[in-house]
Every structure is written in structure tokens, then in C-alpha cells.
């Protein structure tokens, strides 16, 4: 994996005879706007490139999601941009004589939303692109699942009213011209505490470490956790807990019963930046990654504003998932078996939580449960692989 400063130096000398990417351009933003604004050599390579980047079938990401057993995510093989591959044919087909190195349009971070999901930007981002360089491009940072922010603004990021393009994306976001929401002492807090969270994610640089290491453990347990609270809402099953409280997007219920598996996966990929700024904020909040001061400011400003914002990990817990009944307790329990007893003690709260939304469950739950919950410490049932 090339390091931040490798890809800007390779964005730079990358390409000959053509206009070169802009700094964390995609793939696809960078071959429409050399073929919209004809700054190539021989620029119907380039769309003789895209169209066939649009009209070749792209492998579909996978639905099945995996426990922290495993080493990858099922969605972490979307690729940042199409599919990679296929970027590889197309590049060694139409573009070989102009240079193109395709790890520089590669992902930096796992959590890829798929890409027809991808509609979410930064309007000044865009504004500044039309300053710079005459035309908007696309960010890759825009397409993690974790991106609820603009760094370089600090900013929540706006949806397209349009709904999601493909390759002109940027250049139909730019039209919308979205203009910034008014702005409040609960807004600027939300924004402050989200932004500080999402950038020990991705380990901005000057990120804090907030007190916990970023390692590929934590950022297991942050990965499933976030997208918990985030998860789709079903006509028999509710949605994720940081939807609810932004109170967005009620109307998108699907009709039918889904796995828990799959809720989880489709409520992180068609997340607002609202939503994903919530569960940033409350992953945080488990995690232990903000302090109690400022927990106590924040659920004060937030009921002002009328949000019933969550004080503790325990209720967060409660509130995170209604088990629709003790097989869906345990598939829980199995996504996250592979979380270390230490980050399992460091947020017991939020297990107990999780475990204490088992009493709706009351006229299933055995003998041997109702010990479990009653032994004081029901965060460390969590350590035991779940009997399916």
C-alpha cells in the first residue's frame, strides 16, 4: 500500500501528454474531465476508456457480512472505484501510451460504499476545484463509509438531491450548489466531537489517540459497531439507533424481513452524512474516545435542540438493536466474538446494553440466560463463543 505523500508525488509524474489527476481524484472523475475538457493528446482514448468503463458489467459487492473472524469485510473488495480489475484492462487497452499508474487511484481505507451508493460531497471542495483547475473532481475520501466530513472545511458533508450519477457526478453536485444549514451551538459541538472521532479513524495527521490505540482490533470493533448504528430499517425490524436520532430518511423501510447481516451492510452504505456523523459521535461515546465533560455538554445542547441524546454506553446498548428474536441475540453475538477481552471490558457498558435488550426476549431465554443476566457482569457472556 503506498503511503499519502507517494501518491500525490506519483499523481504528479504519473501521466504524459495528458492533464493530470487532481490530488484524490477517482478513477472515473479523472477520465471524464480529461474527455469533457479535451486535455489530452488523443482524448478519444480517453472516451473510448470510459464508455467502456461504463458498459462493462462490474463485479457486484458481496451481501453476506462476516464476523471479526475474518480478515476482510465482505464489502472491503469494492473497489474505489469500479472494479479494479477492470480499471487494469481498460488502462492496458486505451491508455498504456500515456503513462497511467493505477495504484495511485487505489484505496487507502477498507468500508468502500458500493459505487452506485456514492452520493455524498463537499460543495466548497468543489467551489475551489472550479477556481484551481477549471473543473470539479470527484474525492476518494468521499466514498469510505466512515466519512461523515470534510477535513479541509469542516464540514458535514451534503447529499445530491439528483441521487446518485456515475462518472459526472462532481460535475452534477457542483450544479446543486448546496448551501450551508444555519448553524447552532448543538450543530458546532455535534460537528467538533464527529470531526475528532472520524479523524483517529483515519488517523488524520495531528490525530489524538483520544486515550485508545488505533489498531486493527479497535478498528474491528469500531467498523461493526458504527455500522450497527447504523443499520436498515424492515417493515418487521428496526433501524439503526444513529438514524433514529437524526431523524432522517423515515420513509426508507423496506417491505420485507432482512438478516441482520444484511440490514447492518445496506444501512451503512445508504447512510447520510447526518446519520453517519450520529454514529460517529456515539461509537465514540462506547469507545470511551470522548470525555465525560463533554458527553454532559453535548446531551444538554442536544436537548435544547429536542434530540433524546443517550448519556451512557449502557443505554446506547439498549437502544442499539430490538432482537427479533434469540437467533438474531446470537448472530450478534457471533459478529463480534472476535473483539479481545480488553475492549470488551473497556466497554462494558455498551455490552451490558446489548445484553440487557435480551429481557424482550424473556419468554425465550433459558435457565441458563436468565443466570447470565443476573450475574452482575453480563458483558463477559460476550467472551464465549455463542452455541448456534
Known amino acids: 500500500m503506498l503511503s499519502v505523500g507517494r501518491r500525490v508525488a506519483i499523481g504528479h509524474v504519473m501521466v504524459k501528454n495528458a492533464k493530470r489527476p487532481a490530488q484524490d481524484e477517482t478513477f472515473s472523475s479523472w477520465l471524464y474531465r480529461v474527455c469533457i475538457t479535451r486535455s489530452a493528446s488523443d482524448y478519444n482514448a480517453f472516451t473510448m476508456a470510459l464508455k467502456a468503463m461504463i458498459t462493462r458489467e462490474r463485479r457486484a459487492p458481496e451481501m453476506v457480512l462476516a464476523s471479526q473472524e475474518s480478515d476482510q469485510w465482505p464489502w472491503e473488495s469494492t473497489d474505489i472505484d469500479y472494479d479494479m480489475d477492470l480499471i487494469r484492462e481498460v488502462i492496458g487497452i486505451y491508455l498504456s501510451s500515456f503513462g497511467v499508474k493505477q495504484d495511485y487511484f487505489a484505496s487507502t481505507f477498507s468500508l468502500v460504499v458500493p459505487h452506485t451508493m456514492r452520493n455524498h460531497y463537499c460543495p466548497a471542495c468543489l467551489r475551489e476545484d472550479i477556481t484551481a483547475i477549471e473543473f470539479p473532481c470527484w474525492r476518494k475520501a468521499w466514498t469510505y463509509c466512515m466519512t461523515a466530513y470534510c477535513y479541509q472545511h469542516k464540514r458535514l458533508l451534503v447529499t445530491m438531491r439528483s441521487g446518485p450519477s456515475t462518472y459526472d457526478r462532481a460535475w452534477q453536485a457542483f450544479k446543486e450548489e448546496a448551501s450551508d444549514s444555519p448553524s447552532n451551538a448543538f450543530r458546532m459541538m455535534r460537528d467538533r466531537l464527529a470531526i475528532r472521532v472520524q479523524r483517529w479513524y ?6 489524538n489517540t483520544l486515550g ?34 437524526a431523524r432522517e ?3 426508507q423501510v423496506i417491505p420485507k424481513s432482512m438478516p441482520l447481516t444484511e440490514r447492518i451492510q445496506t444501512g451503512v452504505n445508504i447512510s447520510s452524512p447526518l446519520q453517519r456523523s450520529y454514529a460517529l459521535i456515539l461509537t465514540g461515546m462506547i469507545l470511551g474516545l470522548i470525555l465525560p465533560s463533554q458527553i454532559t455538554r453535548f446531551v444538554g445542547l442536544a436537548k435544547q435542540s429536542g434530540v433524546p441524546w443517550p ?18 441475540y446470537l448472530e450478534l453475538r457471533k459478529l463480534y466474538s472476535a473483539t479481545p477481552p480488553d475492549l470488551i471490558a473497556r466497554c462494558a457498558e455498551f455490552f451490558r446494553g446489548l445484553e440487557h435488550a435480551v429481557y424482550s426476549l424473556r419468554d425465550e431465554y433459558s435457565s441458563q440466560d436468565r443466570l447470565w443476566l443476573e450475574s452482575g457482569a453480563p458483558h463477559q457472556r460476550w467472551l464465549v463463543f455463542p452455541d448456534l
Open 202 to 207: 483515519f488517523r488524520q495527521p495531528s490525530f
Open 212 to 245: 485508545l490505540e488505533n489498531t486493527q482490533n479497535t478498528k474491528a470493533l469500531f467498523d461493526l459497531t458504527y455500522s450497527l448504528l447504523l443499520k436498515q430499517r424492515t417493515r418487521f425490524e428496526g433501524g439503526g439507533y444513529a438514524c433514529a436520532l
Open 249 to 251: 430518511n423515515r420513509g
Open 311 to 328: 448519556s451512557t454506553p449502557f443505554v446506547i446498548g439498549k437502544m442499539a438493536i430490538l432482537y427479533s428474536n434469540r437467533e438474531e
